[in-house]
């Protein structure tokens, strides 16, 4: 499981409130992300992180934003959370690799976030 | 940015069969390509991954295939088991840092 863990599993939580969901890693990598999954629509990335208070938007950043105050937490934030921000929530870790480009991407075990 | 596209969204086959599911991809940068399986209320899991300068991967039942000139890849698995059941999922990315995945598809392998 590349050492990630997730907190809270799952969360129900009541629209305008705001929700942190808190993403650990064990092993030092670098790079960390935030995915939320919708039928139909599959990953979509929200935010990442390329080291310590180094991070950048995805495609769906619009109402979240995030944290990388340690190598290992990455926080992401809905500051008022809506009931079109209900989703499943992945963190993910890539593994730095030698030789040719491109960096094998790991999951967390994920957090259901419900906003009613 | 880059488009990933993901056929057929669901997939039945019998025990024994082979399965393959394609994805096509629009940004001729892109140089790597995972394959994610994800079982019911689990983590996706990497289970094949190809990169740019090599047409053809195996990995015992499972092979990817990549057509740089056509921009598609294929996930095929042959000899299907009823544990193959799991939605499946492909993925672009020509930096490491930003993965887009295709939207999935959902084998069902009938015993």
């Known amino acids: 499981d590349a050492g990630i863990t997730q907190s809270p599993r799952h969360k129900v939580t009541e629209t305008g409130t705001p929700v942190t969901l808190r993403c650990h890693q064990t092993?030092?990598?670098?790079?960390m992300y935030w995915y939320r999954q919708d039928p139909g629509h599959g990953l979509r990335l929200i935010h990442y992180?390329?080291?310590?208070?180094?991070?950048d938007k995805g495609e769906v950043s619009d109402g979240y934003s995030v944290s990388r105050s340690k190598t290992e937490d990455f926080l992401l934030t809905l500051e008022s959370a809506t009931s079109s921000q209900t989703s499943v929530y992945f963190c993910?870790?890539?593994?730095?690799?030698?030789?040719?480009?491109?960096?094998?991407?790991?999951f967390g075990p994920g957090t259901r976030l419900t906003v009613l | 940015g880059e488009n990933v596209e993901q056929h057929p969204s669901t997939l039945s086959v019998q025990e024994g069969d082979s399965a393959v599911i394609k994805c096509t991809y629009s940004?001729?940068?892109?140089?790597?390509f995972p394959w994610y399986k994800q079982e019911l209320g689990k983590r996706p899991q990497l289970i094949i991954d190809?990169?740019?300068?090599?047409g053809e991967k195996k990995d015992q039942r499972i092979a990817v295939t990549l057509n740089k000139t056509a921009k598609h890849f294929s996930l095929h698995i042959t000899e299907t088991q009823p544990e193959d059941s799991a939605v499946y999922f492909c993925?672009?990315?020509?930096?490491?840092?930003?993965?887009?995945f295709g939207t999935g598809t959902s084998l069902t392998v009938i015993p």
């Open positions: 993910a870790i890539s593994v730095d690799l030698r030789g040719p480009s491109g960096n094998e991407q790991f």
């Open positions: 092993e030092n990598h670098r790079y």
């Open positions: 190809i990169r740019s300068n090599v």
């Open positions: 992180s390329y080291g310590v208070k180094d991070t």
């Open positions: 940004d001729s940068a892109s140089n790597y």
């Open positions: 993925a672009a990315t020509n930096t490491g840092n930003q993965f887009y």
